[in-house]
């Protein structure tokens, strides 16, 4: 019985598990932002800019970057609406 007086309050265990799943979203929210949004941009400018030049003009990390920018949004939009 004296494990008993020895555990915390049920509010305080409730706050808790609120507290750092809160801050789990929070952080890993910003983290998969931070990391996507300038994927997207550098992928979606580098769109921008290639449009009015051929294939062959187009240096090989630029082709790189839209691939993996594509490659990005695909899984995101297949993950998110289906």
């Known amino acids: ?11 305080r265990t409730v706050w808790s598990s609120l507290y750092f799943g809160l801050l789990i979203s929070v952080l890993s929210a910003a983290v998969v932002g931070m990391i996507s949004i300038p994927v997207y941009y ?9 449009e009015d030049h051929s294939k062959e003009s187009i240096p090989t990390k630029l082709q ?3 691939t993996i920018s594509d490659i990005f949004a695909s899984v995101f939009f297949t993950s998110v609406f289906s």
Do not use: Y
Not at 1 to 11: T, Y
Not at 42 to 50: A, H, K
């Open 1 to 11: 019985m004296a494990w008993k007086q020895l555990r915390p309050k049920i509010h």
């Open 42 to 50: 550098l992928g979606f400018q580098t769109q921008l800019i290639c």
């Open 64 to 66: 790189w970057v839209i």
